[in-house]
Structure formats: structure tokens, C-alpha cells
């Protein structure tokens, strides 16, 4: 059978931030329900449901957590479209209003897109529905999903229709009228429900919920009741709708049902309607079965079993094992031979021919992969074939015993000199063992003859096998290889890590492993997170011996609450409750592990912390799994600065992970060369740190963060202090450099001692600190080129080199104190010196010129003189250390200037940077 094809069928494509945009103002504006609205913002132009958007991915909703009874509904529901959230959140115990949910099942039945927005949808004046609904509402008569009769009967009318809580019993029957199962209703209207409260049953509702009950759509609560005029949260309808699918044969977009032809390597292959999907797997994506309501791992489903998988752009977010059995057929004979495309097996009923494509999978007696011409005549085969696609393709060719000839790469596991052995682990992570013959087998590294016990556990070397015997072992050069996984452990020596198929393997670390965690500064080993469920998703670089020599982060399963509220620290349980900024209570335990700081200081007693942990205090807390990662008494906040309110004296800034706080003006600014700044000398949108008072209820002091541009006015490398110049030539106060990182343009690390005054340099502030200095690289010499319309230009530098510009981020040309923005003016005469500033800009500051005639050179001074047309005209002129002389290409020394010369002199900083002899 032919590779991978994709369905020619629309999918559409879902987003977290599409629906985090889109329902911002449906959550405020629309109440709690509006999760399952497009938007319910009053009078707004609302987008069509087939634009709605969806969230994918692990933990969707951060208050749905793993083990939520109705987690995999809500999950599932919410890859499909059906419903959606806000800002992360679900809310799965509010309750849901008859509109929303009427909404709800529209996108059920895929009918949302029939409804028609265009002109004004009228209702009678008592049966009240927000605007925004009244469409749907309307479509919902239309196609039978309400009772004209009985929604506007008199009685019923008494309270706004649209924004009644939808009662367990009102949706029962909603349900099961977007089934069409309205007939089996009405066969079990006259049966009592069997629930203790059926008393408390509308007749009108009694077949509907037994037909629901029936279906396994819906189950009692506790003490055996139905509670029909409870109201129904969104977990409950999420759950209610996601098990009526079973029973709808519509086709969901985004939604693929069919067998797993293939599961490798991060790749899911779902043969569907006759061709073969291709998904990819990730960290994020959730695994169910149809007959569990609890989460399973990538591990527990096998190929070539029956599932449904739902995510867009085929990358799956959702897989549900619905038919564990593996749908393959096996095959035993003896193999005879091998023609392109044919395995030939002699069974007992002849010579049987058996197709193989580049998907097929030969494996030795060991499991090893081999190629089919490896395959000795006379080996007994197990042919694996699947029974799902017709054509009975041969899926997996198993050696169970015969000659073993092959030629493979690995490392030394281990070797048996007593029993003339070696342990090998192929590349692909197999381990087998064969034996060698004394005197017909070739041991070498390197092109040099060595023994078995040379052979040290870890090498990587290249083996031959033949006659099940080993041939040859060739010792190569190490080879790096690279594995992921979750770290399940991590000592000073070792680290355990877990992959994807749930194996655990352990590797012993290289010295000084290189650690990469994203948006970490120089991190260390002690930033690395190990648990045994939700330790750091890794890529581990292995050494051909299999040491770990780099270990990169590449996501992390923490949760973390800024700024949350301290309710209680239980000194014997150690069990720390708190709220989050929404008024969610959390409790997390903590133990010795857990790293703690308070005003800045860490401590490792949970008895100094625990007294500090008092009720109302502010913190911030990592957590996995409700332990308790780190606890620090909130101190500061960082984030961005979004709003200053003037009359209320209030500011609001915008946490990095989205949150917004609001805080009285600060006691103080601090903002890099700006003495006795207030709040209004702060712009919007920019990155700031709040540092708390005492009492964490004020502002102390308002850091304005960023980086700029500057350039060096003076430095004392003794002191580690150095001034630079600001935008209007003044001087800013010193700058300790002490303690901040410098680097050079190619983020090399250098010393103070390598900068000097005239060098332009980016620096990076928190307040009025500086965190980090980066030199900016400079060009200066002689323009030979420019394409204004192209945008480049270039320059020969004072050592003869051709250096090309693209102005791509925008251009600034500095002559004689003016700026302008345009190529144009710049001509192949001028002398420039040309740097980027911090956003990238290109900045062409074009050198003065003076002509003169040459009158003698004082080197006491290094400065030259020049003869004067006036008594008032200057004549003295410095030179800069590397002065550039020169007549045409030809460079010439200060010393070989003559008297009456007539030379044109071009200054940078007020110092002679060239001389051109005319």
C-alpha cells in the first residue's frame, strides 16, 4: 500500500489564543456561562461558530485538573470546538443558562452555521433571550430542538427564558431531541424513572430521561436521585453531550476514527474511509479509553488497534482507544527466499508469496531490526498481517529461529571472556547478545589489533555477525545520541529519566554537563526539576559511553501562582493552603525539598518559614502535583505596565503569566537617567519591576526596565565604574559594573579594561541598575556603494576591507548635528563610522571635514599643525590612535608629511581619524 495521504476534507483549525481572544468579553460581559458562546458581548458583530476556536493541549484548563471526574469530556469536547473557556480557565462547577446550552447543542447537531445573523430575528415580547442568542434560539424551533408549546407557555414565562438556569430535567430532554430519539421518549414518557425524588419529575419530562438514563447518557446523584430541577454546570453538560457522540453518527471536524497503521518515533499512522492520516504525538496530547473516564499512557495503546483522534492540522490533542483488539492475523512458515517486494514461505500448503513494502518491519530472533536479504534459508518465520485495510498487508516479518547474518552499529553493553561473549545495544536501543570463536573473529580500534578484554563497556563500535557467530568488532569514534524523557531522578552522579513508551533508563552524567533551561540565566543542576510524575521534559545528549554530557529543558509540568494569598501553614502536616488571585483556594505540601525565601534570604527550615507563612501574607509558589516546588514570600512583581489612572492613583501591570494586578501609585521611581521621575514619566508597555514594601500592599519603589544604547564617556576599570553619555550629550551619573556580565558583540565574555571611552555599548537596566553590558560593533572608513532603492550600502574599512550594510530595520544618517532618514544622502565621498542601535537601526554618523595645508607634526602632543588663513583660525588638530594616512591606496606615516601639503582632515569625537594627501 502506498505512504501517508491526506483526506481531501475541511478541517477546521482551533487555537488557544483565538479563543482566549475571542471570549474575553463573553466572559465579562455574557457571566459565567458564556464558555459555551461565540461571544456574548451585546451588540457586537459576532463571528460565525465555524470561526470559533478551541483550546488543545495538556491541562487545557487550569482549573480542570488531572483525575477531574469529568476531565476527558471536557477535554474532548473542547478539541472539537464544542465548548470552549477563558483565559485558561473553565469554571466546571458553574452553572449553564438555557441559551447557552441551546447554543451548546446546535454545535452538537452542526447546525450553528445554518443560523442566519444578517437581519433582526424578532420573538415575542415575553419570551426574553439576549440579543446575541435570539438567532440560535430561533433555529433551535425551527429543527424540532424545542417545544414552541411548552418553552412559551404562560407559566414558563415568568423570568427571562435565555438566562434560566438550565435545569437537569430541561436538559435531559434537550438532549435527547438533538439524539432525534424524541420518539423513544414518548415510548417511556408513562414509566416512573426509578430514581427517590421521581416525584419531583415534570410529566412532560419523564421519557426523556429515561431515555438518557437508558442511552448511559446521564446517571443519578447521590442517594439515588435525579435532582431534576437542579441546575446543570458545565461539566456536567460537557459530560452529557460527549457521551451522546456515541450515539450520532455525525462527523466532527478535527475528529478521525479508524485503526493505527503505524506508532513510532512521535508519529501516529490512523488508516480512515480508506486512506492512511499521519498525526504527530507531543507531550501535550491526552490518551483515554472509551471505557474509562481516567487518563492512560501513550504506552497502553498498541498498533493496529481501533481508536478516535481529534486535533487540527494533524497533530493529535486527543486519542481514545475505542477496541483494544489488535487487528492482525499471524502466519507461520519456513522461509525460502526473497525476491524485491515477495517473501516466499514454505507452509503446508506450498509456496506461499507474501507482498512487503518499506513499511514492513523484520526483526531478528533477538528483535533486532534487520534488511530481508539478512534472512537465511531455512529460518522459521511468524508473519504478522493486518485485517483492517482489505489488502492484508504483511506488517511485521519475525525470525523465531534461524541463522543470523547482518552487519550493525552500537555500543559494548558488556563482555564475557569466559563464556566468549559481548552484550551489544544497537542504535535503535535493542540489546542482543552473541558469542565469538577463537581464531576466525577480528578485534580492532583504530586500524589496531586489539584483545576481547580491551573492549570496555559503552564503546561504540561496528559489528559483523554471521552464522549467528561474531565476525569482526571495530571499535569507531564516539558518537553522540540524543534520547527524551521526563527526569524521574537526579543525583550528583546520575540521572533517571523516563521516555514516552513509560521504560526508565539511567546514565551517568559527564562532568560539568552543559543545562539549558529556556529563559534561565546560567542555570545549574539544582534548576533542574526531578519527580516521579512531573518531572522536566528533557533532551539528553549521551557520549558514545553513554554519559550525559548536555541536558536541555524543553517544558515543564510545574504550576505557579504570583502573588497568591496565604490562608494557612500547618506546622505538623506541612500542608500550605492558599488562594490565587481569582480566590481559588489551592493546597500544596512542603517538605525539605522545597526551596523557601523570605525578604530575599533562602532558608532550608520549614520551622523559619512556617512562622513567616501567616494568614494574608502574599507568596509565590511552584507546585507539581499539589508539592510544593518553592514557596517565597512575594517581594516584588515583574511584568509590563499597561495602564496609569490618574484620578484613581492606580496603575496596572501585567504579570508574565497574563495576570493583571492593580496597585496605588508607588512611594517612588526608579527609571535609568531620568532623576525624580514620577508615574507619568513612564510609558505604557513597558517592561517593569514592583518592589512591595513591608506590609506587600504597596509599591516601595517602581523599577522601569529596558535597554539602550549609549556611549562611553569615561571608565575607571579600578573602580569598575564608568560614565556614558546620554541621547542629549550629558553625562549620567556612574555606573558599577561590578558584579554585571560584559560581553563583546559576539556575546564573548571580556574585561572592563577592553572597553574605552568613544565605544558605544548596549545596556540592559532594572531601575537604575544596570544587569547587563554588550559592546556594539563599529565600522568606520569610506563609502564605495549605495543603493538607496535596494537599501545597502557599503563600506571600506580603515584596514582595506569591504564591509556591506541592509538598512533592513531602518536607517539614521548624523551629519553636522542633522538627522535624516534616507539613503539617498549619503554619497561615495563620505567618511562614515557605522553601528546598529538596541532595535536594530542603522546609525551612519558621517565624519566633519577640514582642508588645509600642512605645517609640522608635534610628537610630544600627537597633534599637527596647520598653516592659518586668519590669526582666528584653529590650527592644532589631535590625532586618534590609529589615524588613518594615506595618498590614493597608498598608507603613509605622520613623519613623511611635508610642509605645505595640502591634506583633507576628517574627525570623529573632535580627533583627526584620517588624512588624505592630496
Do not use: C
Not at 516466499?344 to 530481508?372: C, E, K, R
Amino acid at each position: 500500500m502506498s505512504g501517508p495521504k491526506r483526506l481531501k476534507r475541511t478541517v477546521q483549525s482551533y487555537s488557544v489564543k483565538a479563543v482566549s481572544a475571542v471570549l474575553a468579553g463573553a466572559m465579562v460581559l455574557g457571566g459565567a456561562g458564556a464558555a459555551f458562546a461565540d461571544n456574548a458581548s451585546t451588540g457586537a458583530t459576532v463571528a460565525a461558530a465555524t470561526s470559533q476556536t478551541a483550546a488543545t493541549g495538556s491541562g487545557i484548563f487550569s482549573d480542570v485538573k488531572t483525575g477531574f471526574w469529568a476531565e476527558k469530556h471536557i477535554y474532548k469536547l473542547a478539541t472539537q470546538g464544542i465548548v470552549v473557556g477563558n483565559n485558561g480557565l473553565f469554571r466546571p462547577g458553574d452553572s449553564v443558562t438555557q441559551q447557552e446550552a441551546v447554543l451548546m447543542a446546535l454545535r452538537f447537531m452542526k447546525l450553528q452555521g445554518n443560523v442566519n445573523t444578517s437581519t433582526e430575528v424578532a420573538l415575542p415580547n415575553d419570551f426574553l433571550v439576549t440579543n446575541y442568542y435570539k438567532p440560535y434560539v430561533i433555529l433551535a424551533f425551527q429543527q424540532g430542538l424545542l417545544d414552541k408549546t411548552t418553552e412559551m407557555a404562560a407559566d414558563n414565562l415568568k423570568s427571562s427564558w435565555g438566562e434560566r438556569k438550565a435545569s437537569r430535567e430541561w436538559v435531559a430532554e434537550l438532549l435527547i431531541r438533538a439524539l432525534g430519539q424524541s420518539a423513544s421518549a414518548s415510548a417511556a414518557a408513562g414509566r416512573p424513572t426509578g430514581f427517590a425524588d421521581d416525584a419531583k419529575v415534570s410529566a412532560n419530562k419523564r421519557g426523556y430521561i429515561n431515555t438518557a438514563v437508558e442511552l448511559g447518557l446521564a446517571n443519578g446523584l447521590t442517594g439515588n436521585r435525579f435532582d431534576p430541577q437542579g441546575a446543570v454546570t458545565r461539566a456536567q453538560l460537557a459530560t452529557f453531550f460527549s457521551r451522546a457522540e456515541a450515539h450520532n453518527s455525525l462527523e466532527y471536524d478535527n475528529t478521525f476514527k479508524g485503526t493505527i497503521s503505524a506508532l513510532k518515533d512521535g508519529k501516529l499512522g490512523l488508516y480512515t474511509n480508506g486512506n492512511t492520516l499521519e498525526f504527530t504525538l507531543n507531550a501535550n496530547t491526552a490518551y483515554y479509553t472509551s471505557a474509562s473516564e481516567n487518563r492512560i499512557t501513550l504506552n497502553e495503546i498498541q498498533p493496529y488497534t481501533k481508536v478516535t483522534v481529534i486535533g487540527a492540522t494533524y497533530s493529535a490533542a486527543y486519542v481514545e482507544l475505542t477496541d483494544s483488539a489488535v487487528q492482525v492475523e499471524q502466519a507461520e512458515g519456513v522461509f525460502t527466499k526473497h525476491t524485491p517486494g515477495i517473501i516466499w514461505v514454505d507452509s503446508a500448503n506450498g509456496y506461499d508469496q507474501y507482498p512487503y513494502d518499506s513499511g514492513t518491519a523484520f526483526l531478528d530472533v533477538n528483535g533486532a531490526v534487520i534488511q530481508p536479504a539478512s534472512i537465511t534459508a531455512g529460518s522459521k518465520l511468524t508473519l504478522l498481517r493486518e485485517t483492517f485495510t482489505g489488502s492484508r498487508k504483511v506488517v511485521k516479518v519475525q525470525v523465531t529461529s534461524g541463522i543470523v547474518n547482518k552487519t550493525a552499529k552500537g555500543t559494548v553493553q558488556s563482555v564475557d571472556t569466559a563464556a566468549k561473549s559481548i552484550t551489544f545495544k544497537n542504535a535503535d536501543g535493542t540489546v542482543e547478545t552473541f558469542k565469538w570463536e577463537e581464531g576466525t573473529t577480528l578485534f580492532s580500534s583504530q586500524s589496531s589489533i586489539i584483545q576481547p578484554a580491551e573492549l570496555k563497556a559503552g564503546a561504540a563500535v561496528s559489528y559483523t555477525i554471521k552464522d549467528n557467530a561474531i565476525r569482526s568488532v571495530e571499535v569507531t569514534s564516539g558518537v553522540e545520541r540524543i534520547v527524551k524523557g521526563f527526569i524521574y531522578e537526579l543525583t550528583d552522579s546520575t540521572i533517571v529519566y523516563q521516555k514516552s513508551d513509560g521504560t526508565r533508563e539511567v546514565n551517568l552524567l559527564a562532568t560539568n554537563p552543559a543545562i539549558v533551561i529556556p529563559n534561565a540565566v546560567s542555570p545549574v543542576m539544582a534548576d533542574l526539576i526531578a519527580d516521579k510524575t512531573g518531572g522536566d521534559n528533557v533532551q539528553l545528549t549521551l557520549n558514545s559511553n553513554d554519559q550525559v554530557t548536555k541536558i536541555e529543558v524543553l517544558s515543564r509540568q510545574i504550576e505557579q501562582y504570583t502573588a497568591a494569598t496565604v490562608v494557612d501553614y500547618n506546622t505538623k502536616t506541612q500542608y500550605l493552603t492558599f488562594t490565587d488571585n481569582n480566590g481559588k483556594a489551592h493546597v500544596v505540601k512542603m517538605d525539605e525539598k522545597t526551596k523557601m525565601s523570605y525578604g530575599g534570604l533562602l532558608t532550608t527550615s520549614l520551622t523559619t518559614m512556617g512562622s513567616r507563612l501567616v494568614e494574608n501574607r502574599k507568596i509565590d509558589v511552584t507546585s507539581i502535583n499539589e508539592r510544593a516546588m518553592s514557596v517565597d514570600l512575594t517581594t516584588k512583581y515583574s511584568g509590563t505596565l499597561t495602564a496609569i489612572n490618574t484620578s484613581a492613583r492606580t496603575i496596572v501591570f501585567k504579570l508574565g503569566n497574563g495576570q493583571l494586578l492593580t496597585m496605588s501609585y508607588p512611594q517612588a521611581i526608579e527609571m535609568f537617567g531620568k532623576s525624580g521621575a514620577v508615574i507619568t514619566d513612564v510609558p505604557l508597555n513597558v517592561p517593569v519591576t514592583a518592589v512591595l514594601a513591608s506590609n506587600q500592599e504597596l509599591i516601595s519603589v517602581l523599577r522601569v526596565n529596558g535597554s539602550s544604547q549609549f556611549e562611553i564617556a569615561t571608565i575607571n576599570a579600578g573602580t569598575n565604574k564608568m560614565t556614558v553619555k546620554l541621547e542629549d550629550g550629558s553625562n549620567s551619573s556612574e555606573l558599577n559594573l561590578a558584579n554585571v556580565p560584559l560581553t563583546n558583540e559576539a556575546g564573548q565574555k571580556i574585561a572592563l579594561t577592553e572597553l574605552k571611552a568613544g565605544d558605544f555599548v548596549n545596556l540592559s537596566f532594572d531601575g537604575s541598575t544596570p544587569l547587563s553590558l554588550q559592546t556594539v560593533k563599529q565600522v568606520a572608513g569610506q563609502v564605495t556603494a549605495v543603493d538607496a532603492a535596494a537599501g545597502t550600502f557599503t563600506v571600506k574599512d580603515y584596514t582595506g576591507a569591504s564591509q556591506p550594510f541592509t538598512a533592513g530595520s531602518g536607517v539614521r544618517i548624523l551629519r553636522d548635528g542633522v538627522a535624516t532618514n534616507a539613503l539617498s544622502g549619503l554619497t561615495t565621498a563620505d567618511r562614515v563610522l557605522v553601528r546598529k542601535d538596541a532595535s536594530g537601526v542603522v546609525i551612519i554618523s558621517v565624519f566633519s571635514q577640514l582642508n588645509r595645508t600642512f605645517a609640522r607634526y608635534e610628537s610630544a602632543t600627537n597633534e599637527i599643525l596647520t598653516k592659518r588663513a586668519t590669526l582666528t583660525e584653529n590650527y592644532t588638530f589631535g590625532l586618534a590612535p590609529n589615524v588613518y594616512i594615506h595618498q590614493g591606496d597608498t598608507t603613509l606615516s605622520v613623519q613623511s608629511l611635508k610642509e605645505n601639503d595640502n591634506i583633507i582632515m576628517y574627525f570623529n569625537n573632535g580627533k583627526v581619524v584620517e588624512i588624505v594627501k592630496q
